[in-house]
């Protein structure tokens, strides 16, 4: 079973900024939070991932609190082609024998 | 170019037929995947092989048997297809003992009818 909490869908106007929120108080010492969209018809793409420390690439940023029990995927400058299923997956980085395991994620949409 | 890729894109076949997908990484990695994703979206872990060695294996009927003749392929056979094995079924990899992140195929929208 997932890890994680996400809500089921979000709604950002074209241009802002995209807050994609995730809860996962179950996390444990070793594991990462690790961020993932698909776009429909596509296989899944990796956005981003963090320990503790806030991250940034050029993607995405993401916001980890410090408890690490949540954490935040911001796209800063929506567009439509982000309109995707985000997923939030903890794992850690040498688990060897496990595979990601996909919750229901966010379903983002942009509008212009 | 293409790191990981999928043959076919698209499968449509009868009840009963056996049937593979092929799936090929040229980025290197030891370790490949088979994800299902059914019609309500949800992606689910299939198999999993590392260096050729099968290390994950969900709970999937035996009609499913995967190969891997090389650690750059990962190949998915199922016998006596069945209606509900229709999905569609991506194939990634990744470099486990450095954890950048899965690469994931395009994926096979198989189709059985």
């Known amino acids: 079973d997932a890890k994680t909490t996400q809500p089921p869908s979000m709604d950002c106007a074209e241009g802002r900024a995209a807050n994609l929120p995730c809860n996962h108080s179950?996390?444990?010492?070793?594991?990462?939070v690790y961020w993932y969209r698909q776009i429909h018809s596509q296989g899944p793409q990796y956005i981003i991932h963090?320990?503790?420390n806030n991250e940034t690439n050029e993607m995405a940023s993401l916001i980890i609190t410090e408890d690490r029990k949540s954490s935040t995927l911001i796209l800063p400058h929506a567009t439509l082609r982000d309109t995707a299923v985000y997923y939030c997956?903890?794992?850690?980085?040498?688990?060897?024998?496990?595979?990601?395991?996909f919750g229901k994620g966010t379903t983002l949409s942009v509008s212009s | 170019d293409t790191a990981v890729s999928q043959t076919p894109k698209y499968l449509v076949t009868q009840m009963g037929n056996d049937k593979s997908i092929k799936c090929e990484q040229n980025?290197?990695?030891?370790?490949m995947y088979w994800y299902k994703q059914d019609s309500k979206k949800f992606l689910k872990i299939m198999f999993s092989?590392?260096?050729?060695?099968?290390?994950i294996n969900e709970t999937v009927p035996n009609r499913f048997s995967p190969k891997s003749p090389d650690k750059a392929h990962l190949n998915l056979h199922i016998n006596s297809l069945e209606l509900g094995d229709s999905a569609v079924y991506f194939c990634?990899?990744?470099?486990?003992?450095?954890?950048?992140?899965?690469?994931f195929g395009s994926g096979t929208r198989l189709t059985v009818v």
């Open positions: 963090g320990l503790k």
């Open positions: 997956i903890v794992r850690a980085i040498n688990q060897a024998g496990t595979a990601l395991i």
């Open positions: 990634a990899s990744s470099q486990d003992l450095i954890f950048y992140g899965y690469t």
């Open positions: 179950t996390i444990s010492g070793n594991e990462y």
């Open positions: 980025l290197g990695h030891d370790t």
């Open positions: 092989y590392n260096n050729k060695e099968l290390i």
